[in-house]
């Protein structure tokens, strides 16, 4: 059975740090992952996938993920916190285009100014 | 890009009656459209799985009947929470697309029974 672990429930950085959010899934198959940010009552926005190829992505609003077969990881990274970023991330893995997904619990990203 | 519109996009409804949501595409064809659950501070729980023309697959655990599927087009599909109750209380998004294309998720609604 397919799963996805965020061992991180909840993560403070300063404005202008550095983030990493860690993602670990477990796939029978070739995954495909995602991770997806949401803002209080609102729907999920897709940050970035991961189908195949360069093993380093690059997504919106700054961010990139790289996944590492090898540790069935796929960590999410931004280099520069902006107090706009504080929300909830959700890693998924899935079938074709995410179709059918598998979430993780989420991190609550939290801003300091 | 792909644009899912949810509606309501709030709702609060008295214990015992029925609600109905809406998830459309409204610049493409979804095939297939699926229904999740949020609960607060937690991920969402896939609930159903809806191709159109056919009858929505549940996953285990979740009651058909409490909660009918309808995908009658390719643009919309409809969640009814029948005879709600306040542990039905929950966010509910829906993600449409086709397998070739991709899936967008809806902006989702938040159901409140009371």
Not at chain 1, 53 to 73: H, M, N, P
Request: charged residues 15%.
């Amino acid at each position: 059975a397919q799963s996805v672990t965020q061992p991180d429930i909840h993560i403070t950085v300063s404005e202008g740090a550095s983030l990493e959010l860690r993602c670990n899934y477990s796939y029978g198959a070739t995954p495909y992952l995602f991770w997806y940010v949401q803002s209080p009552g609102q729907g999920l926005q897709l940050l970035l996938k991961y189908f195949s190829g360069d093993t380093l992505v690059q997504g919106i609003k700054g961010f990139e993920a790289e996944f590492k077969r090898s540790q069935s990881s796929f960590n999410l990274r931004k280099p520069s916190v902006h107090w706009s970023d504080a929300a909830e991330y959700f890693c998924a893995v899935g079938a074709v285009n995410a179709g059918k997904s598998t979430f993780g619990d989420g991190t609550t990203l939290t801003v300091k100014p | 890009g792909a644009v899912v519109s949810q509606h309501p996009s709030r709702v609060i409804c008295k214990s015992g009656t029925s609600v109905k949501i809406e998830c459309r595409s409204l610049d493409f064809q979804a095939t297939t459209m699926f229904w999740y659950r949020q609960f607060p501070k937690k991920s969402l729980m896939l609930m159903a799985t809806s191709n159109e023309g056919s009858k929505a697959t549940y996953e285990q655990g979740v009651e058909k009947d409490k909660f009918l599927i309808n995908h009658a087009s390719l643009t919309l599909s409809t969640l009814t929470v029948t005879s709600a109750h306040p542990e039905d209380s929950s966010f509910y998004i829906c993600s449409a697309g086709q397998a070739n294309y991709g899936y967008t998720f809806g902006s989702g609604t938040r159901l409140t029974v009371v």
